[in-house]
Nanobody
Framework: QVQLVESGGGLVQAGDSLRLSCAASGLTFSTFAMGWFRQAPGKEREFVAAINWSGGTTYYADSVKGRVTISRSNAKNTVYLQMNSLKPEDTAVYYC?????????????????WGQGTQVTVSS
């Protein structure tokens, strides 16, 4: 059974940093690309960042580029999202997801497994 468990969310002030983690089990982690998405109240789930199977290629949404870094440890079956200079508009539930392949995609349908999400709230 595949499980993705996010952690690291919380309530922070604008300008602060957070590091989200996603621990994966039940799949051969090193063979899948991984992604982070977010969903704010009343809005559709949107792509944030993705990383390929080896960690050698990453891709970011324009809205977070320069403020966010995605990384992974295949030894620990974990993917991370370091978020700096947080803004109130970053407030959302953040979801970790495993792609259906080893290469990067940015759409929800390309991801086969999802975590339960972790809330990030940024106050102004």
């Amino acid at each position: 059974q595949v499980q993705l468990v996010e952690s690291g969310g919380g309530l922070v002030q604008a300008g602060d940093s957070l590091r989200l983690s996603c621990a994966a089990s039940g799949l051969t982690f090193s063979t899948f690309a991984m992604g982070w998405f977010r969903q704010a109240p009343g809005k559709e789930r949107e792509f944030v960042a993705a990383i390929n199977w080896s960690g050698g290629t990453t891709y970011y949404a324009d809205s977070v580029k320069g403020r966010v870094t995605i990384s992974r440890s295949n030894a620990k079956n974990t993917v991370y999202l370091q978020m700096n200079s947080l803004k109130p508009e970053d407030t959302a539930v953040y979801y970790c997801a495993a792609d259906r392949t080893s290469t990067i995609h940015t759409t929800v349908l390309e991801y086969g497994y999802w975590g339960q999400g972790t809330q990030v709230t940024v106050s102004s």
